[in-house]
């Protein structure tokens, strides 16, 4: 059985890696992994491929950069070439980014069949361009393997039961990960006094000036009283830096981190402040609360159930889900997405499905 899988994002590396992982003890599947180049820095990318044990791209493309269409343009045809070569008995694509996008295109043009991994979520917001990838990758594929029942749910309701494809409650695919690269190994505090960690990197809180600088007074009201860690996307700086805007002293800035030096932060923090949808998770994964800074969310359950809070972009609510951050639940027991086996499942069934 071959399978080709097309990632390039971030968090698709953290998700390909335990798949990838479980493939390698089956030597009946053979998997090319095609690089769209949509994250390209030494620590947007190669970083995981080292640390992750992932293995190395057969084809790597040079989609970084561009703009929206440029960029699924670019990569829609250097996909389809691709898969002319390989033809592969199926596809997998990994959650929302333009290269889950292009990777859904050009398969279903060349009727080969999709598997997405990360399927059925939604966050009923088209002003994110995840919100459009995701409802166009499920819609043609022919495999969805979703996360949790909610995401099943939301399935149903688009009357995917009456499409010809199929549907499986599987878990979440980042525990697997998780479990497989920080189980075993001993997390030391990264740091001697207590602190937050911090991302913001999302297109709607950058591009957006006067969001940017609300988020940012926020948090910079926050770190009057507590250190905040932030491990910065390429793009967050250059706004941050274009547009002078100041962060307090006790922000200390640090490069975008490794998969498992991110996990520690998670870990031993006081709470994560994110607008990240994978750090939602794994933030639930690490027992830690975690202030989301969007009005909305695809993982609605961990807000329902009082682990995570929304607190859009308006500062003196951020600030106040801060103060107000003792409220949240602590206990972290649920098996909300699982135990961590997805990778199995997923590759039990395709198996099944594929080598008959
Ligand atoms: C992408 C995904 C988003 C995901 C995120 C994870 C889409 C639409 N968005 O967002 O769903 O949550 O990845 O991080 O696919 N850049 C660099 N170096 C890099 C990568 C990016 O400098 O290695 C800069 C480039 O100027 C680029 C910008 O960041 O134009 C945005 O990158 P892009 O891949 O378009 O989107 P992300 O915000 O990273």
Not at 279 to 294: A, D, H, P, T, Y
Request: hydrophobic fraction near 40%.
């Amino acid at each position: 059985m071959k399978i080709l899988t097309v990632i390039g994002a971030r968090p698709q590396f953290i998700k390909a890696a335990s798949f990838s992982h479980a493939l390698k003890s089956n030597d009946m599947v053979e998997e090319v992994i095609v690089h769209t180049g949509q994250h390209y820095d030494q620590n947007m990318s190669k970083i995981f491929f080292d640390q992750l044990n992932i293995p190395h791209p057969t084809y790597r493309l040079d989609s970084g950069g561009k703009s929206h269409a440029a960029m699924t343009a670019y990569q829609l045809c250097e996909i389809e070439k691709i898969l002319l070569l390989e033809l592969p008995h199926f596809v997998i694509l990994y959650g929302d980014t333009n290269s889950t996008l292009s990777g859904a295109l050009s398969a279903s043009k060349l009727n080969i069949p999709i598997v997405h991994i990360e399927a059925g979520l939604r966050s009923f917001n088209n002003n994110m361009p995840e919100e459009i990838n995701r409802i166009v990758t499920d819609r043609l594929s022919k495999i969805l393997f979703c996360p949790s029942q909610k995401a099943k749910n939301n399935l149903i309701k688009e009357g995917f039961e009456n499409f010809d494809s199929e549907i499986y409650v599987v878990g979440d695919i980042m525990l697997d990960t998780i479990k497989l690269f920080t189980d075993n190994i001993k997390l030391v505090p990264p740091e001697k006094t207590p602190y937050i960690i911090c991302t913001i990197h999302r297109q709607e809180n950058t591009n957006k000036i006067e969001r940017l600088k609300e988020i940012i007074e926020g948090i910079n009201k926050i770190a009057d009283s507590i250190k905040i860690i932030f491990p910065i996307h390429p793009r967050t700086l250059k706004i941050i830096d274009d547009f002078k805007i100041v962060l307090n002293n006790n922000i200390i800035v640090k490069d975008p981190m490794s998969y498992i030096e991110f996990i520690n932060h998670i870990k031993h923090s006081e709470i994560v402040i994110t607008d990240s949808g994978g750090i939602q998770k794994e933030s639930f994964f690490m027992k830690k609360n975690c202030l989301v800074l969007r009005e909305e969310t695809e993982w609605e359950e961990l807000v329902d159930l009082n682990y995570n809070r929304l607190c859009g972009f308006n500062k003196d609510k951020i600030l106040k889900a801060f103060k107000e951050r003792k409220n949240l639940r602590s206990n972290f027991n649920s098996l909300l997405y699982g135990e961590g086996n997805t990778s199995n499942q997923i590759i039990e069934i395709l198996y099944n499905k594929f080598c008959d």
